[in-house]
């Protein structure tokens, strides 16, 4: 998952995204040390961050394979 470094490019808190994803804090940072969510979440972040499901769920590793 992208999370991280979509956080980091677009300069955003762990409590900016929650209240853009109307998600608890505790969820946001579960799922950026987890590194898993559900798809539920997962459509809440990314309509929030304005990126596709691809751009936050796929592993950049998972395009060459």
Do not use: F
């Not at 808190?13 to 987890?34: C, F, H, N, S």
């Not at 309509?47 to 751009?55: K, N, S």
């Amino acid at each position: 998952m992208n999370l991280q470094q979509i956080k980091t490019e677009k300069r955003l808190t762990l409590q900016q995204i929650a209240d853009m994803a109307g998600l608890p804090k505790r969820t946001v940072e579960q799922t950026i040390y987890r590194d898993t969510c559900s798809v539920k979440t997962a459509i809440k972040l990314a309509d929030a961050l304005g990126v596709t499901l691809d751009e936050l769920c796929r592993n950049r590793t998972d395009e060459t394979e």
